[in-house]
């Protein structure tokens, strides 16, 4: 069963930058499509950036331009790296397959805050 653990938030300054990682066991998750995925307190889950199998990218438009996602083959590992952050940005970031359904596995999460 594949585990996901997402770690590098904090609370940081608008403006400034963070890079997420998402790290997997029991499946190389770099072999599949991955996506990130944010929640912010009474809004819904969204999908803000994958990356295919074929390391094609795609973004939701609220994040183009500031984010990218990418990963690392040997470490099994897939990031995100965050510029220019907003205070609008601030949630609970997730990774998973793009696939996911709210009844399906998640992880824990990491705390993503951005001060004004």
């Known amino acids: 069963q594949v585990q996901l653990v997402e770690s590098g938030g904090g609370l940081v300054q608008a403006g400034g930058s963070l890079r997420l990682s998402c790290a997997a066991s029991g499946s190389r998750i770099v072999l599949n499509s991955m996506s990130w995925f944010r929640q912010a307190p009474g809004k819904l889950r969204e999908k803000v950036a994958t990356i295919t199998g074929g390391d094609s990218t795609r973004y939701a438009d609220s994040v183009k331009g500031r984010f990218t996602i990418s990963r690392d083959y040997a470490k099994n590992t897939v990031y995100l790296q965050m510029n220019s952050l907003k205070p609008e940005d601030t949630a609970v970031y997730y990774c998973?397959?793009?696939?996911?359904?709210?009844?399906?596995?998640w992880g824990q999460g990491t705390q993503v805050t951005v001060s004004s």
């Open positions: 998973n397959s793009p696939w996911a359904r709210e009844a399906d596995y």
